[in-house]
Each structure stands twice: as C-alpha cells, then as structure tokens.
C-alpha cells in the first residue's frame, strides 16, 4: 500500500503567486532522445523518429508509483521515464525555438513534430514551470500543445488552457480500486471523478493514460475505456513495460495476444463501431465479438487498431518497446503482414459469432 494521500496538496509555489496560481519559473526540462533528433538538437539513429515532442518538466516525483522510473522511492536512473531516455537539456528556450521551428516545417510539407507533449513530474515547482513553458511554447508557435499531469484540482486544468494547451491529460494508469491503491497510492474513484469532471467540463479535451498488464483484468480495462471514450476522452493505451530499479522491475509485460484485443476494443469503441455490449467477456477475458467475424475482420485489416493510441500525433516509438522486440504500440502504419498477424491473434482469442 502506497502512503500518500490522493488528496495531497498541489506541489507548492516557489514564490509568492496570486492565490491558487502556482509560482512561474524557468522550467527544468528533459528531452526525450529521439525528441531531441526529431527536432534536431541531437542526432541518435532511429528506424522511427517521435511526431510529438515529448518533454519532461522536473524530476524525481513526491509521488510513488510503483511502474515509474520517477517515483519517489524508485532507484531506477534519474534520466528515464518508462523505458526512454531523457537528456537534460539546458536551455529551456532553446528546446521550445526548436520544437517550434520543427513544427513549422512539418506545417510546411516537411518532417517535424505536429504535436508538443509536456509530462510532468509531480514535484515541489514542476507546476509553475509547466505553465510557463506551455506559455512559452504558444507565444512562439501554434503548435499543439498537451500537459499529462497528475491533478487534483479542476483550477489548474483550466490554467493550463489558458496557457495555451489545446488539450490536458489527466493519467489514471491503474485500473480496479484494490489495484490503484497497491500500484499507485490513494483511490481510483477519485481520479475517475476528476477525469469524468473535467470531461464534462471540456468536451474533446481530457486525455489520460492506462496501463495494460498490472494485474487488471480485460474486462475491467476494456469496460473503463468504453466509458471513458463515451464521455469523449482520449486514451493513451501502454503496455506495461518493467524498468530496473523499480518496485514492479521483476514484474513481466502483458500478454501480446490479451493486449492486441484490448487494442482492437479501443479502437473499435473510438471509432463507433461497437459498445461494450457487443463483446463476450469469460472469467475477465475478452473471448468474442457479437459480429460476423469476417465483419470485424474488415474493420481491422488496415492495422490502425494497433498503432499508438493517445493524442492525435503521438506515436512513442519504443516506449513500451525494445528495438527489434515485441512491438505493442506502431509508431508508424503497419505492413500488410504485421497488420494481417495482429488480426489474426485478436480473432483467435475473441472470435467473432
Ligand atoms: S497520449 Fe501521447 S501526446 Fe497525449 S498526453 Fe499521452 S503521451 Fe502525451
């Protein structure tokens, strides 16, 4: 069981800001390595390169997750979030001119990023640094900018679209009360609540994250997702991926098969194909579609089920996987064959009628 409270008070400001206004302060980022090609302040070679910019503000989080490289208690390095790499990279404005100049290239027809994503650790001042360099970011581009963050507080969001992102996710990651508590600390109720609020709020501008494969059940999962995309927020599905140094390291990574139909009902749910009443669930797995199955062989042929699920650009490359191993999420559109593969383990696993 994990000590803090879900109702901790939001990291405290560094200066003496407005009421409920965190304190503003050149932010601490990270760059996640193949960001830092994509956008050309480095050059590591990538058969994949990221179209989202995905930086880190602060680290070494108050929280204690038991997945994260970041949790307070982790002794994993202090450079990695889940898998990635994540350089520090000095001048904060230098990074927010080249993800801008990136943009706009990809604007103009050229390669770039078409998304800027902020992940933010939850400690003493990342908060008030994320306002700032979202600020930043939208004073010198029009790029599209995201915040995944933990919140308790529905001010902030707010703050954080007056800033200037176009879009707040809000990570539920663990999915079942019991499991939530042991995995995460404090109440999977309430961050429900929070996300399903801000929703509401927001139409078509909440995200969060789950992690697939920490003890979950298939039912479980894919029954959150369909309520959640029905209150129109946007999943980024990751598979859990165990990071040396962390309290889940020795913890294995789901099962492909068991991902790829928890894949397949996302997508099928965002697309507005089916419902979770179309679906046959058997002891918590996922075990058949109430559709022909050749119907839902059509709808997943092309592959678009298994790419990357989250914001709209985002793609991950290797976050949950290593070069040249099992890919989870594609970072790019599948071949005819790694699509046609992906269908046939959902299909076998979950038939059709
Ligand atoms: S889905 Fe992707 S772009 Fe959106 S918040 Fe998550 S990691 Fe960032």
């Not at 930043?136 to 933990?150: A, D, G, K, L, Q």
């Not at 390291?249 to 099962?255: G, L, N, R, S």
């Not at 997508?267 to 669930?281: H, K, R, S, T």
Request: include cysteine.
């Amino acid at each position: 069981m994990k000590p803090e409270s879900e109702h901790a008070a939001q990291p405290a400001a560094q200066t003496s800001p407005a009421k409920g206004t965190p304190a503003e302060r050149a932010p601490r980022l990270r760059v996640s390595v193949g960001t830092g090609t994509a956008i050309g302040l480095n050059q590591v070679r990538a058969d994949c390169l990221p179209t989202t910019a995905y930086l880190m503000v602060g680290e070494r989080c108050d929280r204690n997750c038991g997945f994260c490289p970041q949790a307070r208690e982790s002794g994993a390095r202090a450079d990695l979030l889940s898998r990635v790499t994540w350089p520090a990279a000095g001048d904060p404005e230098t990074v927010i001119a080249a993800v801008a100049g990136s943009h706009e290239a990809a604007t103009s027809g050229g390669e770039g990023v078409k998304r800027v994503c902020f992940q933010v650790i939850h400690d003493r001042a990342s908060l008030g640094e994320t306002l700032e360099a979202v600020r930043s970011t939208r004073r010198r581009s029009s790029v599209p900018i995201c915040v995944s963050v933990f919140l308790n507080d529905q001010a902030v969001v707010a703050q954080l679209f007056e800033a200037g992102a176009d879009h707040v996710t809000m990570p539920i990651d663990v999915v079942g009360e019991e499991l939530y508590h042991r995995v995460k600390g404090g109440g999977f109720s309430g961050a429900l609540k929070r996300v399903e609020e801000a929703a509401a709020r927001w139409p078509g501008k909440i995200g969060t994250h789950l992690i697939v494969g920490l003890g979950e059940t298939e039912e479980d999962m894919v029954r959150l997702i369909a309520r959640l995309v029905g209150q129109g927020v946007t999943i980024g599905l990751f598979a859990f991926t165990p990071v040396r140094g962390t309290e889940l390291a020795a913890q294995a990574p789901p099962d492909l098969a068991s991902y790829r139909r928890i894949q397949a009902a996302n997508w099928l749910f965002g697309e507005g194909l089916i419902g979770p009443d179309d679906l046959v669930f058997a002891d918590g797995r996922l075990v058949g579609f109430r559709r022909p199955s050749a119907v839902v062989r059509s709808w997943l042929a092309a592959g678009e089920a298994f790419r990357t699920a989250g914001c709209p650009d985002c793609n991950r490359p290797y976050y949950n996987e290593r070069p040249g191993g099992v890919i989870y999420n594609y970072p790019r559109p599948l071949t005819a064959d790694e699509a046609a593969a992906a269908v046939d383990v959902v299909l076998a696993g979950a038939p059709g009628v």
